[in-house]
């Protein structure tokens, strides 16, 4: 069983920053790469960003380059994702998933993941 768990979401205001932390846990579970995905109020899943440990690279949504971050945390199969000036339409339910299969070049897409966190909420003020 694997489990994968987001800490770090809240409200902040415009053009303030957050960090957001996931670590992937199982007994036999190796990492290939983790991603953060977000979803809004009826809009779809959106792609965040990644980082492969296959090739030590980071991808990341058109929307959010520039100011997000991520990178690989101390401890294994862990991500961070720092979020500076952030917007209003940042806000939703960030959701972390791990890959425990090589994604090769496309770790950016939803569907080389199979385990998601339960997601967590980062709301911005205006």
């Known amino acids: 069983q694997v489990q994968v768990v987001e800490s770090g979401g809240g409200l902040v205001q415009a053009g303030g920053s957050l960090r957001l932390s996931c670590a992937a846990s199982g007994r036999t579970f190796s990492a290939y790469a983790m991603g953060w995905f977000r979803q809004a109020p009826g809009k779809e899943r959106e792609f965040i960003a990644a980082?492969?440990?296959?090739?030590?690279?980071?991808q990341y949504g058109n929307s959010v380059k520039g100011r997000f971050t991520v990178s690989r945390a101390d401890a294994g199969n862990s991500v961070n994702l720092e979020m500076n000036n952030l917007k209003p339409e940042d806000t939703g339910v960030y959701y972390c998933?791990?890959?425990?299969?090589?994604?090769?070049?496309?770790?950016?897409?939803?569907?080389?993941?199979?385990?998601w966190g339960q997601g967590t909420q980062v709301t911005v003020s205006s």
């Open positions: 980082f492969s440990w296959s090739f030590g690279m980071t």
């Open positions: 998933a791990a890959a425990d299969e090589d994604p090769g070049y496309e770790f950016g897409s939803a569907r080389q993941y199979h385990y």
